[in-house]
């Protein structure tokens, strides 16, 4: 992604977007031409030339933003906000602006584990957008009570996962927030079991985030890899793209071999 003045741009790039059913391969029928796309556990996420953002797939707890429908369609509540990247994960969705401020919308979990939305999309990272859920824990979202002042825009395209998710602020420190059982936030922290608002990983700084369900991949200089979470491989060569999926993980190295 570029940046100016340390601030998102979208890709200007369109393309046909296309879905599998079964062994066949079809157009999705979307009337913009799109940029950018994002594929989560239930529902799926674009972009289109002027900003707008589209989503389809299951409805629940909010995750597209809008009613269902049959196929893809604007999410209207964001007005005219003008989105440079999108990231989806279990039941939500977060939007990054081209103004550096991070959206969210869908269902986060409760202490037990439920499923509770929280409505219309909601600007995560402005003081003035504040929520709280009684007794519920706001884990996926990273909205409990105040956003950190200091945490007033991000730059980087978020990165989510089933339950936790990353975005890196204009000075490009990642933080990180949502479900924490197995450590996939990279946070060291036992209890509670969730990391409650974006908080800082660490001396991360500027880095690719690949984030699963209860394991994250980060792709340093040179190619090199750390994980947070679930243990899930053996050391691996240098590398220049990873991916990962519920119980598993594919990285492609230099030498262009996959793992």
């Known amino acids: 992604m570029a940046y100016i003045?340390?601030?998102p741009v979208r890709k200007t790039t369109s393309g046909t977007v296309y879905v599998h059913h079964g062994s066949t391969a079809k157009a999705l029928a979307i009337d913009a031409d799109i940029v950018d796309i994002c594929a989560g556990p239930?529902?799926?996420?674009?972009?289109?030339?002027?900003?707008?953002?589209w989503t389809w797939g299951c409805a629940d707890h909010g995750a597209l933003g809008h009613g269902d429908s049959d196929g893809p369609a604007v999410v209207t509540a964001l007005g005219s906000v003008d989105v440079a990247a999108v990231s989806?994960?279990?039941?939500?969705?977060?939007?990054?602006?081209?103004?550096?401020?991070?959206?969210?919308w869908g269902a986060f979990l409760d202490k037990e584990c439920y499923a509770v939305p929280m409505g219309q999309p909601a600007c995560i990272n402005r003081r003035t957008c504040t929520y709280t859920y009684d007794?519920?824990?706001?884990?996926?979202?990273?909205?409990?009570?105040?956003?950190?002042?200091?945490?007033e825009l991000f730059r980087a395209p978020p990165?989510?996962?089933?339950?936790?998710?990353?975005?890196?602020?204009?000075?490009?420190?990642?933080?990180?927030w949502g479900l924490n059982n197995a450590i996939q936030t990279g946070i060291e922290?036992?209890?509670?079991?969730?990391?409650?608002?974006?908080?800082?990983?660490?001396?991360?700084?500027?880095?690719?985030?690949?984030?699963?369900?209860?394991h994250t991949f980060v792709r340093r200089e040179h190619g090199m890899v750390i994980a947070f979470g679930t243990e899930t491989t053996?050391?691996?060569?240098?590398?220049?793209?990873?991916?990962?999926?519920?119980?598993?993980?594919?990285?492609?190295?230099?030498?262009?071999?996959v793992y």
Do not use: M
């Open 189 to 214: 922290q036992r209890k509670p079991d969730f990391v409650k608002i974006p908080t800082k990983v660490g001396n991360l700084h500027d880095l690719a985030i690949t984030a699963a369900k209860t």
């Open 88 to 104: 989806c994960g279990w039941q939500f969705t977060i939007a990054l602006s081209t103004k550096g401020d991070l959206y969210a």
């Open 42 to 53: 239930e529902h799926c996420v674009a972009i289109d030339t002027s900003g707008r953002v």
């Open 159 to 176: 990165t989510a996962g089933y339950f936790h998710s990353f975005a890196t602020d204009t000075n490009g420190v990642v933080f990180a």
């Open 234 to 257: 053996a050391p691996l060569p240098p590398i220049k793209a990873i991916a990962a999926g519920n119980a598993f993980s594919v990285a492609l190295a230099d030498d262009n071999c």
């Open 135 to 151: 007794q519920g824990v706001c884990v996926d979202l990273g909205i409990w009570q105040a956003i950190p002042a200091w945490v």
């Open 5 to 7: 003045n340390a601030l």
